[in-house]
């Protein structure tokens, strides 16, 4: 087995870090939220971006619901031996996922320690240029990038966090979305996934301590074949981990990665189905509206969202997207090679832009869309765009073009 990969190590001078019921509840109307999204560039603050798989990002697996909800779920699923329905579609996609023996089905916390786990394979990615099959996590960097005070109590549930995540078993039909590699291949994976493998969990002996008396603990775990592929395709999606972590609720905070996720373009219809599918909102409630608002309220205090509205449908309107940098690797003499090319095709300048493309796509579909691109630029087809017309292609083949159920 590989060391894990500990980003201590690496950068000196960081810290050592159902269908469960057969109750169909009663039907909502078919509503849509209608959302605006404006993506000019302001000011650039200190926060970097997240980079995460896309394919992770989709999943609506944590029970944002009350603990009493959450054990009756539980409870259910283990008399039953089904696994909880998370995602059915008209696309043919199914997304259950079975609890924990011994610690039940994720939290809105493991969605926070998830999050911090995302940020480390994020920093482990951007040394390695791929994603580690095994990773050392030291608790010490949880409380600072969560927000919280350390305890004994926080590392406890910290650590029982990362077993519960360990042990969840999902289960899926054409879920995972995969491009294929430079060779043609698509990656398959087993129906039947975890999340990740936990290896184990240790202090630092005394000797080996800088600082006597004080015994760092680390957790080890083992990426998946899934995830560690997804990451590796560069089929990323991306969040500010800053703003995720200020938020005051945990609906708030999935709302927020969920509308980051689905922010492709200035208007996007969600139905009200998916909205309450991400949340974990009970739609036969007559209160699923104020839930709803809720989640959204301190999206507009945080200006995430400039505004929105409940009414016969939601309508969401984004604040303008801050141009936050993520820190990626110096391109390669050939990556850049890649920009030139990839600006000359589409005729457009803006250089970041060409950049991120090369940086986050397979270069199979970047060569496949510039040439479609010249073709409809030759046959007429593109008047005045063609960098929209190599975005909308390149969303369409890396995660579909649904901001749907499929989402």
């Known amino acids: 087995m590989n060391q894990p990969v500990s980003i201590a190590s ?38 970097p971006l997240t980079f995460v798989s896309a394919n992770f990002e989709r999943m ?6 009350s603990s009493d909800e959450r054990a009756a779920l539980e409870t259910t699923a ?8 998370l995602v059915k579609n008209n696309k043919g996609e199914r997304l259950s996922i079975s609890p924990s023996g011994s610690y039940g089905l994720p939290t809105g916390f493991d969605m926070d320690v998830m999050t911090v786990i995302h940020y480390k394979i994020h920093e482990a990615f951007q040394i390695l240029d791929e994603c580690p099959s095994t990773l050392r996590l030291w608790l010490s960097e949880f409380p600072q990038l969560m927000k919280h005070s350390k305890s004994g109590q926080l590392y406890e549930n910290i650590r029982e966090s990362v077993r519960r995540l360990s042990e969840v078993t999902i289960y899926h039909e054409n879920f995972l979305r995969y491009p294929p590699d430079k060779d043609g291949n698509v990656f398959i994976p087993d129906r039947t996934i975890k999340l990740f493998q936990f ?64 922010r492709y373009s200035q208007e996007a219809e969600i139905p009200y189905t998916k909205l309450l599918e991400e949340l974990h909102i009970d739609p036969s409630l007559p209160s699923y509206r104020r839930s709803l608002k809720r989640a959204l309220d301190p999206l507009v205090k945080a200006k995430f969202l400039r505004s929105y509205t409940l ?36 005729g457009d300048k803006n250089r970041k832009w060409a ?21 409809a630029i030759r046959e007429g087809r593109i008047l005045k765009n063609p960098g929209a017309f190599f975005t909308y292609h390149r969303k369409r083949m890396l995660h579909g073009d649904s901001t749907g159920n499929s989402k």
Not at 10 to 31: R, V
Request: hydrophobic fraction near 35%; aromatic fraction near 10%.
């Open 78 to 85: 283990r008399q039953n031996n089904t696994p909880i329905l």
């Open 10 to 47: 690496i950068i000196p001078g960081l810290l050592q870090q159902q269908e469960l019921t057969k109750n169909t509840p009663a039907p909502i109307e078919d509503k849509k939220a209608l959302v605006y999204a404006e993506k000019t560039a302001t000011t650039p603050n200190d926060s």
């Open 199 to 262: 290896i184990g969990s240790d202090k630092i002996p005394d000797q080996e301590n800088k600082e006597p008396g004080y015994a760092p603990v680390f957790i080890d775990i083992q990426l998946t074949d899934w995830h560690r592929a997804s990451i590796n395709a560069r089929t990323f999606t991306s969040f500010d981990i800053d703003l995720y972590f200020s938020l005051p609720t945990e609906r708030a905070k999935r709302l927020y990665r969920f509308l980051e996720y689905i």
């Open 311 to 346: 009414e016969d449908k939601a309508v969401v309107s984004f604040a303008e997207k801050k141009s936050v940098s993520p820190r990626l690797p110096t391109l390669t003499v050939e990556q850049q090679s890649a920009v030139l090319r990839l600006m000359e095709a589409t």
């Open 60 to 65: 609506p697996i944590y029970f944002l619901c």
């Open 355 to 375: 950049e991120y493309i090369i940086r986050t796509t397979p270069w199979n579909i970047v060569d496949r869309i510039m040439g479609e691109t010249k073709e």
